[in-house]
Structures are given as C-alpha cells and as structure tokens.
C-alpha cells in the first residue's frame, strides 16, 4: 500500500484557473508538508500542517492554501495560477517534532501551466 | 536558505564505492545529518541519518567528522539503481523542517 499518495500525478491547466492537489497519508503521522521543486531541481518547503494546524508557512503567494481536513490529509489549493507556478510539488509526513524520524514523500504532482 | 553544500555531479564505476561528500560548517549541535536520494520522475527517500557517530544500513554507511562540520555518504557497491540525486539535509532543532541543498547528481557508469 502506498504510504503517501497525491492525485493527479499530472495537472496541465491555464494562466488563471483555480486547482487543487491533494496529498494523503495512511503513516498514522501527526505532520503533513508541501515542497515545490522548481525546474533547477531545488527543493523547499511551503507549509507544515500539525494535526490540521498550519505551523510553518514559508514565503508562499496568497494564491497558495493549504487545507487539512484532517491529520491524514493535506490539500494544496492554487488560485489565479501563473506560469511561474510550473514545477513538481510533493507531500510529505512525518512524526512531529522528531529530528531522527524519516520523512515520507509523495510521487509528486507535476504541475504545467500554460 | 540551504545549510549544506554539495557538488553538483559525481560519476562512479558499476560495482565500485561512491563517496559523496557534504559540507555543513554551520551545523548546531542539535542539528540531525539526513541523506535522501531522488530516483528520476520520483519522491526522495530516505537514504540515512545521524547526529555524531558513523552509521550503517543496508543501503549506505555515514561518515560524520570529528567537528561535524562535513559528512560523507557512503555506497558501497554502486549499481545502475543508484544513480539518483543524493541530498545532504540538515534536521533544525524543531525537527518540523528540512533545508534541502541542491543535492549531487550520482551517474554510474555500466
């Protein structure tokens, strides 16, 4: 079984438009993130999700929302999307506030925008 | 806003050891090393971590020096399979975020 899953795999969409990726977990973790891996391939994070609660949210666009239903759930929601946007976003869990524990990554999202 | 420094390509032999080296001068004494490698088209995964000590798994060993200061990632036997990006990672003392650098593209020659 998957441990994190994100749907769909592949988003292409238009400058403008308004979409969602979704991101699940079924590690029982308590801590949920959004990484955005730009096309030189750096890798950083925009937000970490605690048991539903928003605490780490990295210099992100207002566009950008992150919602979390609940601990086994991470949505990312992009409004008004924007060339720039372009790039593979992946989710990851993890136990809180362990600095040893592996973090699990999703297959990734690659986001086109036209 | 990366902590660690790596070099951008390395090239290895099938069958022979990688040492993949990672500069970290400003590590805290808190501060966990993580090594996570991304297969092409996939997420990282975790390679391997420690604080002080050498560690071992079945994947990898890690090499921490004395000061901390640097670390070396070790493959033993490099196959086609491991030809991936390596990234070297520093945990923050609040375990919540990983400062991802720009990684070491790992290409191994059949």
């Known amino acids: 079984d998957t441990a994190v899953s994100q749907t769909p795999k592949y988003l292409v969409t238009q400058m403008g438009n308004d979409k969602s990726i979704k991101c699940e977990q079924n590690l029982g973790h308590d801590t949920m993130y959004w990484y955005k891996q730009d096309s030189k391939k750096f890798l950083k994070i925009m937000f970490s999700?605690?048991?539903?609660?928003?605490?780490i949210n990295e210099t992100v666009p207002n566009r950008f929302s992150p919602k979390s239903p609940d601990k086994a759930h991470l949505n990312l929601h992009i409004n008004s999307l924007e060339l720039g946007d372009s790039a593979v976003y992946f989710c990851?869990?993890?136990?809180?506030?362990?600095?040893?524990?592996?973090?699990?990554f999703g297959p990734g999202t690659r986001l086109l925008v036209l | 806003d990366a902590k660690t420094t790596q070099p951008n390509s390395m090239e290895s032999n099938e069958e022979e050891p990688v040492h993949l080296p990672c500069n970290h001068s400003?590590?805290?004494?808190?501060?966990?090393i993580h090594w996570y490698r991304q297969l092409p088209s996939q997420g990282p995964e975790y390679v391997i971590h420690?604080?002080?000590s050498n560690v071992n798994n079945r994947m990898a060993s890690l090499a921490i020096a004395e000061d901390r200061k640097s670390s070396t990632l070790i493959l033993h036997r490099a196959t086609l399979r491991d030809a991936a990006v390596y990234y070297c990672?520093?945990?923050?003392?609040?375990?919540?975020?990983?400062?991802f650098g720009t990684g070491t593209s790992l290409t191994v020659i059949p």
């Open positions: 990672i520093l945990r923050d003392n609040t375990g919540n975020q990983f400062y």
């Open positions: 990851a869990s993890n136990v809180r506030g362990r600095r040893q524990e592996t973090q699990y």
């Open positions: 420690g604080l002080t």
């Open positions: 400003t590590i805290s004494g808190t501060d966990y």
């Open positions: 999700y605690n048991n539903k609660e928003l605490i």
